[in-house]
């Protein structure tokens, strides 16, 4: 009953996306990897470029990693396009390019967790297996009052429980889309419109008053501060520019001499010119503080300072301005660059 009730809603109020038309389990994939941690109106650009870039599973296995990463670039988490273009790679070498069929199998894929393999699973295959995202978590949480921390162990075994039994086993994939609609569009983090809900009448968390207390989380995220002084090293119109290989955020993407300390430094320091020197063999004519921004991402708020450094001298670690187009960069570095050269 509750089921049918919302795959009524579901029908009549459901916003037209392109990856709703489809039943290519690539296509489903891709959309899902964008839209774990972006709302749609930022990732739907990047869904199209996608798409048009790399149509199937071979052209993006076949994509250097650093072409991928670019077209990734403004989008975050670069570690999805890691691990996508990396489970591309296994799903053509080790499956002949067809997608596993049930929710089982494709948690074995690189980046593909609990809620991506039902999503893909239901909506592509058909399998009736319930997806939980955080859209549908607040949904089931209030709706039944789940007194659970949704992010314990016991939690998460619930809400895929309780996911379950609203999966209509003819038509699972559009029970799951009407499920995290509903999150999206009505049993929003705050203010749900619940007088707009057609399950208001079963609701748990609305007959109780308990709606604002509803999820409960156990663990609170820790945001540590990091303090990040990057150097553009102009040399007429050459700069240096280096590859970030070692593991954390923006892993593989490019970004300039970086000197990372315990505090914010706002003149130049002998550090600095010590650390340079050694790193990257400059002589420093001049280091001139250009600008302070502030990036904060779930876990880390970065304090960036932007230094310009001129010198006379010039090594092999110096690339052409004309280079630096094809390359990904993190955002906050990009846009620096292109107020800055
Ligand atoms: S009645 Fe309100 S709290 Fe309950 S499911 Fe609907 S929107 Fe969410």
Redesign the pocket.
């Known amino acids: 009953m509750n089921t049918k009730k919302l795959l009524e809603w579901y029908k009549q109020h459901k916003r037209n996306l392109p990856f709703r038309n489809t039943n290519d389990p690539y296509k489903i994939w891709i959309s899902e990897i964008i839209f774990q941690q972006t709302r749609i109106e930022q990732g739907l650009p990047y869904y199209y470029k996608f798409i048009k870039k790399f149509p199937d599973i071979f052209s993006l296995a076949q994509a250097p990693e650093d072409k991928v990463l670019k077209l990734w670039q403004g989008l975050g988490y670069y570690s999805r396009a890691r691990n996508m273009h990396h489970t591309a790679q296994t799903i053509v070498n080790n499956y002949d390019g067809k997608f596993p069929q049930t929710k089982k199998e494709l948690q074995l894929l690189k980046g593909i967790g609990d809620y991506t393999a039902a999503a893909i699973a239901s909506l592509a295959f058909g399998e009736p297996v319930g997806a939980v995202d955080g859209n549908v978590s607040r ?1 089931l949480t ?2 039944f009052g789940l007194d659970v921390p949704i992010d314990s162990y016991q939690g998460k075994k619930q809400l895929t429980m309780l996911a379950n039994r609203f999966i209509d086993k003819k038509q699972p994939g559009i029970s799951n889309q009407a499920m995290i609609e509903l999150g999206a569009l ?2 929003k983090p705050k203010n ?3 007088q707009n ?1 057609p ?2 009448n079963k ?1 748990t ?2 007959a109780t008053g308990t ?1 604002e207390n509803l999820p409960l989380k156990k663990n609170k995220t820790i945001v540590k501060t990091r303090f990040l002084n990057y150097f553009l090293v102009r040399y007429k119109d050459e700069i240096i520019i280096e590859k970030r290989t070692q593991k954390g955020i923006w892993q593989n993407l490019y970004q300039l001499p970086l000197i990372e300390t315990h505090k914010e430094i706002h003149k130049a320091t002998n550090i600095f010119y010590k650390k340079l020197n050694e790193k990257y063999q400059i002589e420093i004519n001049e280091l001139i503080f250009i600008e302070k921004n502030i990036h904060q991402l779930t876990h880390q708020k970065l304090i960036i300072n932007f230094w310009l450094i001129r010198t006379s001298t010039r090594n092999n670690k110096f690339i052409h301005l004309n280079k630096l187009k094809n390359k990904a960069f993190p955002i906050i570095i990009s846009k620096f660059l292109d107020n800055n050269l």
């Open positions: 949904f209030r709706f009505v049993c749900p419109d619940c809900c399950l208001q609701c968390a609305y709606i």
